[in-house]
């Protein structure tokens, strides 16, 4: 038995070395040729550009919601019920859509993609005057 527990406790010992479970939710990041593709082959998601009112207003792209990165805080978003839905964030160039993908991740959303700004779309844009 007294050799039994030394040995026991540097199994708990090793055990408690192994490299950790990356259990850190977060985003997926990928191309604009990407998301495009995605945008083809899925049928339920969500495009989600997070620049402000007025710039939205004067051009995104079709069939997209505006939640303004700066708005994005610790409160539920009554605009995307379903935290499991595919959600395309992006924004004029790539930097608040890495901020509000963070943010939804930790608002508990687990199915967030970023890909970039709009300065990079090669699609149509529509504008609300239109």
Known sequence: MRKLIP???S???LAG???PVDSEASYQQISMDE???MMEEESNYMIL???TPEEFADKHIPGAINIPNETIGTEEIPELPD??????VYCRSGNRSKQ????LVGLGY??????????DWPGETVSDGE
């Open 7 to 9: 040995f026991l406790l």
């Open 11 to 13: 199994l708990l010992l």
């Open 17 to 19: 070395c192994a490299a």
């Open 35 to 37: 998301a495009i593709a």
């Open 49 to 51: 550009d997070v620049r």
């Open 83 to 88: 935290k499991e839905q595919l959600i395309l």
């Open 100 to 103: 509000a993908s963070d943010k």
């Open 110 to 119: 687990t199915n967030i993609v970023e890909f970039g700004g709009i300065n």
